[in-house]
């Protein structure tokens, strides 16, 4: 198969709906998503490349999907339902049957796309060296290479724990080609880093490391094509066994359209993560990030239910099409959970979010209300806010239970402000602010 | 104003319409994609700029479907469908080929939630610039729909609710020294005088069962161009704008010995449908318009950072003086069953020349649909309702029409939550009710809380208006309605 490398700059997908009216809108944008393989636009991909296609299915429920692709450029999806059509859970089975229908042969570059959610990713792949003829090397025995792909907005930006592995095992592999994957693996990353593609010229590869060179070129191509999870600078650190109990985590899932938390409770028996709990859609969310997010939480949970994931080498399920963002979001809340240790909290109240907004990925409030008092105010932040003092003004409004006669400090003033206005919306009409 | 000249909103806007470039729609039913659909989407290409209130350049539509859903969603109304044009979802009018051939009331709530610029609310801040620099005006008059001046400060980093009265009245006198400024409370109190008087007459004679408020021009548009058989029901009264442009245009000059055309008159309301309204062929004054131009709450937010006028950080203001006495109950129509409110407590007073028992109707309060009250007098009881946004009005009239409606006064406003969720307003996040508490408070906490105690007013009427309903005050503060049925 060939080599399928994506660069991205943007996509948005969007689903707005208001709460009110069951239409379920998924769109991407915009004019620059197009899909370079090997740099090019491929000829495979030729009945995509030109001119628009729109795709249309009916599901069984009557709901209508229609998809719609120009130039090699995911354009929009959308959904139509009856407007008796119970949202949102239904809505997460149209978004997965329209996007997997239409969007086959697009997927994985939104995939990727998607996953740049996360500024810093880490992706795992492998590749095989087989190398049958080598005179010179009369011990080589065909290895697996695994490796781990850094990558920093969209583009590749280290190739780093780089292994070999005796064939379909987790055990080291002879000396030999240890030292001829520790050669290539000297200057191949380099190279790839540089053209920034896996593509890499014979001429740049080691000689006599040939066989190994290629297979880390592989392994970055391979490895690309995955679910990337999110970057941690301690990532494969060894750590003392979990005990049972039930661990909380979350995540923060912001693209230029999704703006929410994932929450998630973690049950762990034996050293086996048996049972995980959503708590997510518990929060208000916008019908957007509340489609995509059960589309993932679906798959995820399900997926969980049947591996009986290690607690320690806990996997993420793959991405999720059309939700790889909310899928990575998932896998990271879980994998906090289970670094963090921390027990498991109970609900603190009733959450209050404003709905809606998170078309915009700004700075908002998800309120916590306990006997009609503001228990906690958890900030979901923008791309650029500052959490920390956006917290600590958070703070005010619970211990002063009102937003009145606050001032807005200097250097966060606009999103200062945005929390308390918002807090205030939100929480008047429930009869808890005055 | 160091750099801070643009909001949030307004920066987010221009961030989402750069992002999003292409996104997708909602279109209900089965007809979906049939080439019935097609065709009509076919028609609907280009700039439609035939409506008072809002213009759509389709080319900039993105499908995302918010208008659909505020038409037909909130608003019940059946105006905008989405289309497929080129593969593409997009916006588009369901029965019509422009905005001005369909049954859109101009409630401007497609614009208010249209986040890439393809719906906008149409601009008059040309026209306004225009005038203040215009040295022929000798006076620039204000007017500031109660609302207004309860929304604008969200703009301003100022909670919502929170009454900016003082700081509008300072920052238009910033503007320059031609410059006046009013209250619409004071044409919300005439409304009330004269909607009052009407419907007592009216009450009293049995007519026009039930009476019907006209000041929410979306609510009159719907009227006229979707159930014209209302209209014998609809008070012959014009809106608190039009009545107070009527005095600007009338009594002002003559108070200042100007001439009418002198004077240019400027409403800032949260209303995009103000926008028609003031065109109306009626609403002028010796063939003077009573209104030169209507900017919304947003629009005057974007003039004041144009002049880099900080409203927030301005000193307290009064309002200029010769409509300057005001009351609580001008200031609540700016809520869902605020007029009704407000009409009661002067109703009962005109026929048992008491102060209502209670004067606050609390069951005329908050974001229901349908919200109603009861005021008995003698063993008679005067039934009145609020109803809450246009989509509730449709049950309304069908009772009306079938006989079974049990009302006697029914106060109805087009966008939910009243003007204080109007097309011309930011967008909001939760419940109107936290605009309409800054209205509240302000009537809890005024001296006159009732329109006919309203001191400057009644002098008025005794010098220049004579009483409610007299000739005078029929010509100038009273119009009439026709059928314009799609
Ligand atoms: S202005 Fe109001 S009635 Fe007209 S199209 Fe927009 S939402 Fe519908
Ligand atoms: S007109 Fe505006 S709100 Fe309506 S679909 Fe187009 S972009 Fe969305």
């Avoid at chain 1, 996953?115 to 990713?121: N, T, V, W, Y």
């Avoid at chain 2, 003082?166 to 044409?187: C, E, H, M, Y």
């Avoid at chain 2, 704008?241 to 010995?257: D, H, Q, V």
Wanted: hydrophobic fraction near 40%.
């Amino acid at each position: 198969m060939r080599r399928v490398f994506y660069i991205a700059a943007l996509v948005c997908l969007l689903v707005a709906t208001l709460s009110h009216v069951t239409a379920l809108p998924v769109s991407a944008a915009d004019g620059d998503a197009v899909i370079l393989i090997d740099g090019k636009q491929a000829s495979e991909y030729a009945e995509i490349s030109k001119g628009a296609h729109t795709v249309a299915a009916r599901s069984e429920a009557e709901i209508v999907c229609v998809a719609v692709y120009e130039n090699g450029q995911f354009k929009a999806a959308s959904f139509h339902a009856p407007l008796t059509y119970d949202f949102p859970d239904s809505g997460a089975e149209i978004a997965l049957f329209c996007l997997d229908s239409a969007f086959r042969p697009l997927r994985d570059a939104v995939r990727v796309r998607q996953g740049a959610a996360f500024a810093k990713l880490v992706y795992s792949g492998a590749a095989v060296c087989y190398d049958l003829y080598n005179e010179d090397y009369p011990d080589f025995e065909d290895y697996t290479v695994r490796l781990k792909v850094v990558t920093d907005n969209g583009k590749i930006a280290d190739i780093r724990e780089i292994a070999g592995y005796r064939l379909n095992t987790q055990t080291p592999t002879n000396d030999v080609n240890a030292g001829l994957l520790a050669d290539a693996a000297k200057t191949i990353p380099g190279v790839i880093i540089t053209k920034q593609s896996a593509n890499i010229a014979e001429a740049d590869a080691v000689t006599g490391a040939t066989c190994s060179s290629d297979a880390i070129a592989r392994a970055v191509a391979d490895a690309l094509t995955h679910t990337p999870e999110p970057y941690e600078e301690s990532s494969g650190e060894a750590s003392a066994p979990i005990a049972d109990g039930v661990y909380s985590g979350s995540a923060h899932c912001l693209t230029g359209y999704l703006n929410y938390m994932v929450d998630v409770d973690v049950t762990v028996k034996d050293g086996v993560v048996t049972e995980i709990q959503d708590r997510t859609l518990k929060t208000p969310m916008s019908s957007n990030d509340k489609v995509l997010y059960s589309v993932a939480w679906r798959s995820v949970s399900k997926g969980i239910a049947k591996a009986k994931m290690k607690a320690d080498a806990f996997q993420s399920a793959d991405g999720v099409t059309g939700a790889t963002v909310s899928t990575a979001g998932i896998n990271a809340a879980v994998r906090n959970a289970l670094k963090t240790r921390s027990a498991a909290t109970k609900e603190s109240g009733d959450l209050y979010a404003p709905e809606g907004i998170s078309l915009y990925a700004r700075v908002y409030p998800v309120v916590a209300v306990k006997n009609n008092r503001i228990a906690n105010i958890r900030i979901v932040p923008g791309k650029e806010s500052d959490t920390e003092a956006l917290e600590a003004f958070a703070g005010e409004i619970v211990a002063s239970q009102s937003v009145a006669g606050l001032t807005w400090p200097d250097a966060i003033q606009d999103d200062a402000f945005s929390i308390a206005n918002l807090t205030d919306q939100i929480l008047y009409g429930k009869g808890v602010l005055k | 104003m160091s750099g801070k000249t643009i909001t949030r909103r307004e920066f987010l806007r221009g961030g989402v319409c750069a992002l999003f470039g292409a996104a997708a729609v909602s279109v209900f039913g089965k007809d979906f994609l049939s080439p019935e659909t097609a065709r009509a989407s076919e028609s609907a290409s280009g700039v439609d700029t035939t409506s008072f209130s809002i213009a759509r350049d389709v080319s900039k539509c993105i499908g995302c479907g918010k208008c659909v859903e505020m038409c037909s969603g909130r608003q019940g109304l059946d105006i905008l469908k989405l289309a497929v044009r080129d593969g593409k979802p997009v916006s588009a009018l369901k029965y019509a080929e422009t905005l001005s051939e369909s049954a859109c009331i101009g409630c401007g709530q497609c614009a208010r939630h249209c986040p890439s610029g393809a719906i906008t609310v149409k601009d008059a801040l040309s026209v306004v610039n225009a005038a203040l620099n215009n040295a022929n005006y000798q006076r620039v008059v204000w007017q500031f729909a109660p609302s207004a001046q309860h929304i604008i400060g969200e703009e301003f980093r100022v909670l919502t609710g929170a009454d900016m009265s003082k700081k509008i009245a300072s920052a238009v006198r910033k503007l320059g020294p031609r410059n006046l400024a009013f209250s619409t409370d004071f044409g919300a109190d005439i409304t009330i005088m004269e909607e009052a008087t009407e419907f007592v007459n009216c009450f009293k004679r049995g007519e026009k069962k039930p009476f019907m408020t006209s000041c929410c021009p979306g609510w009159v548009n719907y009227v006229e161009l979707t159930a014209p058989d209302m209209i014998p029901h609809l008070s012959s009264c014009k809106s608190p704008m039009e009545m107070l442009g009527a005095l600007i245009k009338s009594y002002l000059p003559e108070k200042t010995g100007l001439s009418a055309s002198e004077i240019f008159h400027v409403a800032v309301m949260p209303c995009t449908a103000k926008k028609y309204e003031r065109a109306r062929e009626e609403m002028t004054v010796d063939g003077v318009r009573a209104v030169d131009a209507v900017l919304t709450v947003t629009e005057f937010k974007n003039l004041l950072m144009s002049k880099g006028i900080d409203l927030a950080s301005l000193p307290d203001g009064e309002y200029d003086s010769l409509f300057d006495g005001t009351s609580g109950a001008g200031r609540i129509f700016g809520a869902t069953g605020g007029v009704c409110e407000a009409a009661m407590r002067t109703a009962y007073y005109l026929l048992t020349g008491q102060e209502p028992p209670t004067i606050e109707f609390t069951s005329l309060r908050g974001n229901d649909g349908v919200k109603t009250a009861e005021v008995t007098i003698d063993g008679e009881t005067i039934r009145a309702c609020a109803v809450n946004g246009i989509a509730n009005v449709k049950d309304m009239i069908e009772d009306i029409r079938n006989g079974t409606c049990p009302y006697d006064f029914i106060e109805v406003m087009a966008c939910r939550g009243g003007c204080s969720g109007g097309g011309g307003t930011p967008i909001l996040f939760g419940d109107e009710g936290v605009r309409h508490r800054g209205l509240y408070q302000y009537d809890a906490s005024s001296a006159v809380k009732s329109s006919h105690n309203n001191r400057t007013l009644s002098e008025i009427y005794a010098e220049y208006l004579s009483s409610p309903c007299s000739t005078v005050a029929e010509t100038l503060l009273h119009t009439s309605y026709r059928s314009r049925k799609i």
